[in-house]
């Protein structure tokens, strides 16, 4: 090893094998931590996105429904009101088991943004207009399209996050 001259006191230079093993290391480091942000959301969670993400268009629509459509819409109000803060509540769960497990959040940032930015802007139009077209057309169709693409969409981005755990894995 050879020393730093124009800084005294300094610690030596490494060497060439020194300075190579080091940025390995540090390859190593960053494709583990790319590794564990890209695992997937527990099971049990992605199952409970997917049943609120399916639930959500029918209840709205039943809350925005000019008549009493199957219940009066004051229930239909509390129904959006029960799903969202028990959706809610198991998400802090989940984030914070899932945090104390791994060390990293639940995130949506390693997906491709070419899939997260069509989902960030596509869901909620998809999940809340359709309950205003229902109301429009009076249609329930639209709410039951929503809802069974809704649960599509929510399999297909944890399949995703499965896909490239085991990728970056």
């Not at 009076?138 to 809704?150: C, K, R, T, V």
């Not at 929510?154 to 896909?163: D, I, K, M, W």
């Amino acid at each position: 090893m050879e020393t730093d001259a124009s800084f005294p006191g300094r610690s030596p230079l490494p060497t060439s094998d020194e300075a190579r093993a080091a940025l390995t290391e540090a390859a190593r480091i960053r494709r583990s931590a790319t590794a564990l942000s890209a695992t997937p959301w527990p099971t049990w969670f992605a199952m409970v996105l997917t049943a609120y993400s399916a639930a959500f268009p029918i209840a709205y629509g039943g809350l925005l429904a000019d008549e009493r459509w199957l219940l009066p819409s004051e229930a239909w109000g509390a129904v959006l009101l029960v799903i969202t803060v028990a959706y809610l509540a198991l998400f802090a769960v989940a984030a914070r088991s899932w945090r104390r497990r791994t060390g990293v959040a639940l995130r949506f940032d390693v997906l491709p943004k070419r899939a997260a930015v069509p989902l960030a802007i596509g869901m909620p139009v998809m999940l809340v207009g359709s309950a205003w077209v229902f109301r429009a057309t009076g249609q329930a169709w639209w709410l039951a399209a929503a809802s069974i693409a809704a649960a599509a969409v929510s399999v297909g981005f944890h399949l995703a996050f499965v896909r490239l755990h085991r990728k970056a894995s």
